[in-house]
């Protein structure tokens, strides 16, 4: 090689040197919370219990937020304020999630660009930066690691957080009250988590939790597309500590106690799917048909009347559905014209979701398919056999007790129903979804406090389907003696069962041989 060459390399060498230089500078962290900041709020609540403070953070162009469900606990006013000086009512709430301590909120303006979201939980030792009004110092930065990533389990044993779900961020950044609600970002500026409980001194130095990105991902996508119940309504009605720990109910449905969440069996899931499996086209057909009804529902809702007669009147009814004689549709009575328009615009958006998932689903092969139809039109209800699933459909909301018990009229007879959350549920809101009929308890009912007997429902999750659908149609592990195998079922009748293996080819094992606990149910 020449030396006019070998220069040339050099030069070129150092070329590339320069711009890969240039490609790998990181933005400075002063930089990163100078922009991400733009994002933050600083919260201010006027609540039942006096004035509080949170922060919380922008999620997109529309005016969502997110923040701690504490810290808009019993809000009846709040409002958001941005470093740039400008502020914004929080108007009401999309999502409320308690267990996870999530609240997607909206607010009636904003110019502040939407945070960048992280597609993975951080690792541990991954730098993290809290944001946030700790003490209401409004717009503070503090600085640590991830510590860990706890399981909710973790968080139920060694934290002694019993109300508690999701996937959690311990970090060592500094946190304390007024942080609650803020993001916790990592070096690139992306949200990794959201602030929620603090060590409180004593003995824990630095020891404390964020609620993961994943849990606020998943909370922003089901918020999306929700009407937003105003604060006094949903959020306004919760009680929960600074740290985020939901209180004990003092009252209940339950003759005061409460009531007890009831396992589900494994094998009253499986009948439910195995049912809406072996029925799938005619369960479609029909949920195709639910579209005709409630959009003749809504026409019925708008003929309405904004008042309801002293005769339908209970104290905490706000909508009845009620036959007057002379009529051949039922007639809609509302409390108030709000009341009226609010649930109009809630049929609205149940007549649009069945429009998108009657042309979304691909038939009973599709484990997400099946869930979805499971879960928005499944195999009918009977009430009168206990320890079984069925889906219930229009299901009254007449008042919640605390935070899991709601009084509810389905088919024009009472009902407790147990829910994951009461949040943000409100006297006359339509409820349809699968439930588990979980015996019975006493419950004062109507304007004369007369105590009865009533169905206890409780809510069925989208997990608890989902599980039993990979269950039924997924690959998964099947049990005979001591031996294993990785199968998904292909039939199974009084002597059989038959699994498709990986690889494709077909096992037949006597249905005496299989573990009864692989089966329960799905015959």
Known sequence: MSFKSLRSTFALLSILCLFSNVSVAQESLEDVIERVERSVIRIEVDGNEGPSLGSGFVVDNRGTIVTNCHVLAGAKRAMAFFPNGKQAEIVGTLLI????????????????????????LPRKGERVVALGAPLGLAFSATNGIVSAIRSATEMRSDVNRNDIDGTWIQVDAPLSPGNSGGPLINSAGQLVGMSTLASGGGRAQNLNFGISVTDVRNAIKFANGVVPVPLASGVGKI????????????????????LIRQEISQEALNKFVNIGVRDYDKLLSGMRGEKTRLSSELGQMKNGKSFIPPSL???DTAVVKAKVPGSKTPVWFFDSEETKRTTIERQQQRIKKANELTGSL??????????????N??????????????????????HSFNQHDVLVAWDENPYLYYAESTAGLHPGELLSAPVLVAGTENVEIGKRSMTASVTVLQQVTEENIRQAVQARLGFRTWRSGQHTVEAKLVSIDDDKVVLKKRDGSTIEVPRSKINPEDIAGLD
């Not at 009973?364 to 879960?375: A, C, G, R, T």
């Not at 039109?377 to 007449?398: E, Q, V």
């Open 377 to 398: 039109f499944g195999p009918p209800l009977d009430p009168k056999k206990n320890n079984t699933i069925g889906f219930a459909r229009d299901i009254i909301i007449i």
């Open 313 to 315: 009147a209970d104290s």
């Open 362 to 375: 691909k038939g009973k092969d599709d484990q997400k398919s099946v869930v979805e139809l499971l879960m």
């Open 97 to 120: 999630d308690e267990t996870r301590d999530i609240v997607v909120a909206k607010i009636n303006t904003t110019e502040a660009p939407p945070i960048a979201i992280a597609a993975n």
């Open 239 to 258: 009680r929960m500590e600074e740290e985020g720990s939901p209180k004990k109910p003092e009252s209940g449905g339950g003759g005061g106690r409460g």
